[in-house]
DNA sequence: ATCACTATTGCGCACCTGTCCAATAACTCC
DNA sequence: GGAGTTATTGGACAGGTGCGCAATAGTGAT
C-alpha cells in the first residue's frame, strides 16, 4: 500500500473499522478484517492503534456522534416547535438501514463488559434525551404543548423509540418501522397534550 | 464425574450454560467453560448437544420462558383488572438482579446473527406482548379502563418498559429502577385513560 | 547520492475456539 | 464373575484471535 499521511491514515482505519463492525457486528470485528478492508497488513493497524478495544469505542463513539448531530441539525432551524418535533421523529425513524440501530444494540450488549464503551454509550443517550427535553421545553415556552415533566417525557419518548426500533432491527418485522413511526407519533402526542394525528 | 442419568445430565448442562451466559455474556459463553462448570470434560457436552449454537438457544429460551411464565402467574388470580396490571408491573420491574435482562440485551445483539435465537426471541417477545393485550381487554371488557387499540397499547409499554430497563441495565444507573416503574405506570395510565397515580 | 526517518509489511507467537474420536471407566443384566 | 452397554475422558485437529517485531520500502532533507 502506498504511503499515507498519518493522520488521513488514522482516519480511513476508524472508517473502515466502522464500516466492518456494522457489517459483521462488534464482537464479529477483527484486526485482519479492518486491514482486509483497507487492502493492507494488520501490523498496520496496530501501528496506529494500542489496541482493538480502543478501536472499537473510537468507531461507535464518532457514528453514534454523527448520528445525534444529523438529529440536532434536523431539529434546528425553522421555529415551529410542532415542526421541529415532527422532523426530529423523522430523522430517527427514516434511518436508510438497520446497520446504524443494530450497532446500538452491539454497544448496548457490550457495554456491561466494556467500560470505555459503556462510558461513551450512556453520555451519548443523555445527549439524545438533552436534545428531545429542550424540544419540549420550546415548546412549552411558545405554549403550544405542555408537559408537567419535561425531562421524564424525554426519558420516556427516546426510550420508547429504542424500544420499538430494537423490535424492529432484531426481529425482523414483528413490527414495521412505519408502525414505529405511528406509534411514537400516538405517544408523543399523549404526553404532550397534543390532539390525536397532530403529528403524522 | 460419576455417572448421571442422561436426562438429568442434560439438565444441568443446559442449567450451568445459562448460569455462564449470564456471568460472561452469550458470545463469550464457551463449551470449555461450561465444562469447567460442571467440572466435567468439554467431550461430554457434545455428547448431549449437537452444536454450541444449539445448546445457547436452548438455555435461552428456557431463562426467558421461565420469566414469562412468572409474569403470567402474577397476572392470574385475583380478578381486579387494575391490581393485575399492577402486578404485572411489579414482576416487570422487580427483578432480583441484571442478568436476566443482560441476557436479553444479548440476545437481541445476537438475533441477526444467530437465527435459531432470533426465532425463539421474535416468539417470547409476541408472547410478552401478547400478556400485556390480554390484560388491556380484559380491563376494558370490564370497563375499568379504554383503549383504542390494544394491540399497539401493548406493543408500546412492552417496548417502553424494554427501552427504560434497557438504559438500566447498559448504563449502571442513568435511570434507576424506580423511576422505570414510575414511568411506566405514568405512560400506562395516560394509553388508558386512568388517574394520574393509579398504578403507584 | 546519501542519509535519517518512518510508514508498511508479513510472519511468528501464545492462546483460544468448536468439534471430533479412540480409549476408559462405570454401570446393568445375565 | 463376566459380558455388553454407554457415560465420560482428555487430547488431537484445523482454524481463528490480538499483538509484537525484525525487515523492507518509500520519503524528504542534506
Known sequence: MARMNPDLRRESIVAATLAVMQRQGIAAT??????????????????????MDELITEAFERAATEDLERAAAAVSGGSDPIDRLRRFFDS????????????????????????????????????????????????????????????????RLLSLLDGLTLQCVAHGDTITREQVALWSHRAAEMELGLPQGTLS
Chains 1, 2 share one sequence.
Open 30 to 51: 477483527t484486526v485482519r478484517d479492518v486491514a482486509a478492508a483497507l487492502g493492507t497488513s494488520s501490523g498496520l493497524i496496530h501501528h496506529y492503534v494500542t489496541s
Open 92 to 155: 430517527y425513524t427514516r434511518a436508510d438501514d438497520d446497520s446504524g440501530m443494530q450497532l446500538w444494540l452491539d454497544a448496548w450488549a457490550e457495554a456491561a463488559r466494556r467500560p470505555a464503551l459503556q462510558q461513551a454509550s450512556r453520555r451519548l443517550n443523555e445527549d439524545w434525551q438533552q436534545l428531545i427535553c429542550q424540544l419540549i421545553r420550546d415548546g412549552c415556552a411558545a405554549g403550544v404543548l405542555s408537559s408537567e415533566d419535561p425531562e421524564g417525557t424525554a426519558w
